[in-house]
């Protein structure tokens, strides 16, 4: 079945403590993205991937890392999580880019306390 | 800069019909789309209609888009308990599949027996 697979579902950590949000696509897709939902500001763009090896910052990247070292996976990385870092995340793919269908992973839940 | 407004919540009663709107500022946008996130779930694509178009029914579903006013719409005929939502629209600013991806709020839909 074609899907996007994140993985926590739901994380709760604390200030400063590392961690990683895998995401992983079984479509053999070039673009991937990751995204933050907060209530009253729909999604937003943290970073993207055209390709292997290839990632640029979205509207929101400050406090993220990502990494693309292969194409099926892209990794989130917050090295310092801070409390203003909960959120809804989400991964998503797609083909070539923005202008083909976007396929979304289930999200991640994220409570920095 | 850019900006995707939506209302944030829409009550109906099953089988009446639906109408999400949203108001968009980028002008050069070539595609624009309405996604739907259940419950628990990420956004799944619902349709999308190209810069070029007035128009475009799919079944239930009938996108509006004024270029002029900048404005798109999303009607959903004979609106059932399982359309119960949030409905995002989205543009892709920029250009070609290195643009961003700008988000409305998300208007959630809420259909009452």
């Known amino acids: 079945e074609a899907q996007v697979t994140q993985n926590p579902r739901y994380l709760i950590t604390v200030t400063g403590k590392k961690l990683t949000v895998t995401c992983s696509q079984n479509?053999?897709?070039?673009?991937m993205s990751w995204y933050r939902q907060d209530p009253g500001l729909g999604l937003r763009q943290i970073y993207y991937s055209m390709n292997v090896e290839v990632t640029d910052k979205g509207d929101v990247p400050e406090g993220y890392k990502v990494s693309r070292k292969e194409k099926r996976n892209f990794p989130l990385i917050l090295e310092s999580p801070s409390p203003n870092q909960t959120s809804l995340y989400f991964c998503a793919s797609s083909f070539r880019g923005l202008s083909e269908k976007l396929f979304f992973g289930s999200g991640t839940q994220l409570s920095v306390l | 800069g850019e900006d995707v407004e939506q209302s944030l919540f829409l009550s109906v009663r099953e089988g009446d019909s639906s109408v999400i709107n949203c108001t968009y500022t980028d002008s050069s946008s070539t595609y624009l789309y309405w996604y739907k996130q259940e419950p628990g779930a990420g956004l799944q694509l619902l349709t999308y209609i190209f810069s070029n178009m007035d128009m475009k029914q799919d079944q239930r579903l009938t996108v509006l888009l004024n270029k002029k006013d900048k404005h798109l719409s999303l009607r959903i005929a004979d609106t059932q308990t399982g359309d119960s939502a949030i409905y995002f629209c989205?543009?892709?600013?920029?250009?070609?599949?290195?643009?961003?991806?700008?988000f409305g709020q998300g208007t959630t839909l809420q259909v009452k027996p």
């Open positions: 479509m053999n897709h070039e673009y």
């Open positions: 989205a543009e892709i600013s920029g250009s070609g599949n290195t643009g961003k991806l700008i």
